[in-house]
């Protein structure tokens, strides 16, 4: 009998860069170990990873919308744990092949390279990268042309019901969002040296430029917390609204939001919450849910709509 646990948590690579006061700090830090505890209760044997990239792993040598790992390593940036992640190579080789039988194109990778938006929730919430098998998909977040909310639920929905089938207790992670944007920067407005970056010599960056990147964000981290101007301002308006149409199991309702307006309402980087669709959908594909441990605050100094949320089988 396959059982379900699904949670959905922002990530930011400036957690310990640029922190907010401690009060905050022991707030976000008591409602992961809360998501922990229930994920330890679960007692999950396999995960499945819905995660946008920050052009660390994919390029725009060849950009898919969307990719499923058959193996891969997390490069530790910002100071995330590095190293393999433990993929299970002949599942997630069906669960790739099931999705294209559904009329979802998604790219496979047997060399897949990840960042912090893998990696963190993996440490957060599970204290590791290779204790469970975890099946990593990837959802293009950033680098335009970006897939739609629709095509991210039918993604969602296909993995979904590859997972019901398998008699396992699945963990459903989905990482990324809500409203915002940091100096993520952009193809069409990119120099010389950085578009070159970003269609691939990007992969293995020299110490000196991954260090000035890093820098970079921390600068703007902090920029924006004494001026928030500086960058596109969060919307914890949206973000509580997209939290609830969620839970409610609206998750269609979004298929009509374009991308254009999402950046224009909550910020570039807001796209990754379709790794939030896709986990959502995924989860509906084992029957009704109904959500625990919600959590949400605007955290400046991680230029982040910060949420967390947990799902379940709801109760008959």
């Known amino acids: 009998m396959a059982s ?9 690579p400036l957690v310990g860069y640029v922190d907010p006061e401690q009060s905050v700090l022991d707030e976000v830090n008591g409602v992961i170990q809360q998501a922990r505890q229930r994920i330890e209760a679960f007692d999950p044997e396999l995960i499945i990873l819905f995660s946008p990239d920050h052009y660390n792993g994919f390029f725009y040598d060849i950009m898919p919308s969307f990719c499923i790992g058959m193996a891969a390593h997390a490069i530790g940036d910002f100071g995330t744990l590095a190293g393999p992640l433990n993929v299970p190579k002949a599942l997630a080789e069906e669960c790739a092949t099931y999705v294209l039988s559904k009329g979802v194109d998604a790219a496979v990778s047997y060399t897949m390279q990840v960042d912090h938006g893998f990696a963190q929730p993996l440490e957060f919430l599970i204290g590791d990268l290779d204790s469970i098998p975890v099946i990593p998909v990837f959802v293009n977040g950033v680098a335009k042309p970006l897939p739609s909310f629709q095509r991210a639920r039918l993604l969602g929905e296909a993995i979904g019901e590859f997972a019901a089938n398998l008699n396992k207790r699945v963990l459903i992670l989905a990482s990324g969002g809500l409203s915002h944007q940091p100096p993520v920067p952009e193809l069409a407005t990119a120099n010389a040296h950085m578009a070159d970056r970003l269609k ?11 260090h000035a990147r890093t820098q970079r964000v921390v600068d703007a981290a902090v920029d924006f917390v004494q001026d928030q101007t500086t960058l596109h301002p969060l919307n914890p308006e949206w973000d509580q ?3 609830t149409d969620l839970a409610n199991g609206d998750i269609q309702k ?12 909550a910020g570039k980087s807001t796209h990754e919450v379709k790794t939030w669709v896709a986990a959502f959908a995924a989860m509906s594909a084992f029957g009704p849910y109904q959500t625990e441990g919600r959590y949400y605050r605007e955290i400046p100094e991680w230029i982040a709509g910060f949420g967390s949320i947990s799902a379940t089988a709801a109760k008959h």
């Open 200 to 210: 691939g010599s990007g992969r293995e960056l020299p110490d000196n430029e991954r």
């Open 254 to 265: 979004l298929d009509a939001m374009n991308n254009q307006d999402l950046s224009d309402i």
């Open 4 to 12: 379900v646990y699904m949670h959905c948590l922002s990530h930011s």
């Open 241 to 243: 609204s997209f939290m």
